[in-house]
C-alpha cells in the first residue's frame, strides 16, 4: 500500500521554527518528485515547496522564500521541511504529496499533479 505519513507539526510562538518530515511507505520516493502543500482554514490548498528526484531544483512559493527549506534523503526515504521564522499566516494544515515525472523540466508546486497525497499535518503560529 503506497503511503505518505507527514509528522513534525505543532504549536509554535511567531519567529519559531518547526521541522516537517514526510515518511514514504509502500514505494521508494527515489524518482519522484516531492512536494509539500497547505491549506488554511476557508482557503484553497497551496504549493509551498516541492522539490525533483535527484534533489537538485526546488521551488519555494514568494511566501515562503528564505525561510522554508525543503529537502530530501532518497536513502531514507524521508523529505523535510525546515520552516524558520514563523508568522501567524503560516498556520495551516501541511500536505506531503508525490508524483513520477515523465517529463524533465523545472519543478513546479502544481497541485494537479500530484497523485499521492498524505494526512496532513497541523501547524499554528500562535503567540
Known amino acids: 500500500q503506497v503511503q505518505l505519513v507527514e509528522s513534525g507539526g505543532g504549536l509554535v510562538q511567531p519567529g519559531g521554527s518547526l521541522r516537517l518530515s514526510c515518511a514514504a511507505s509502500?514505494?521508494?520516493?527515489?524518482?519522484?518528485?516531492i512536494g509539500w502543500f497547505r491549506q488554511a482554514p476557508g482557503k484553497g490548498r497551496e504549493g509551498v515547496s516541492c522539490?525533483?528526484?535527484?534533489?537538485?531544483?526546488?521551488y519555494n512559493t514568494d511566501s515562503v522564500k528564505g525561510r522554508f527549506t525543503i529537502s530530501r534523503d532518497n536513502a531514507k526515504n524521508l523529505v523535510y521541511l525546515q520552516m524558520n521564522s514563523l508568522k501567524p499566516e503560516d498556520t495551516a494544515v501541511y500536505y506531503c504529496?508525490?508524483?513520477?515525472?515523465?517529463?524533465?523540466?523545472?519543478?513546479?508546486?502544481?497541485?494537479?499533479?500530484?497523485?499521492?497525497w498524505g494526512q496532513g499535518t497541523q501547524v499554528t503560529v500562535s503567540s
Open positions: 504529496a508525490a508524483f513520477f515525472p515523465t517529463v524533465r523540466g523545472p519543478v513546479r508546486c502544481l497541485t494537479q499533479e500530484y497523485d499521492n
Open positions: 509502500g514505494f521508494t520516493l527515489d524518482g519522484y518528485t
Open positions: 522539490i525533483n528526484s535527484r534533489g537538485d531544483s526546488t
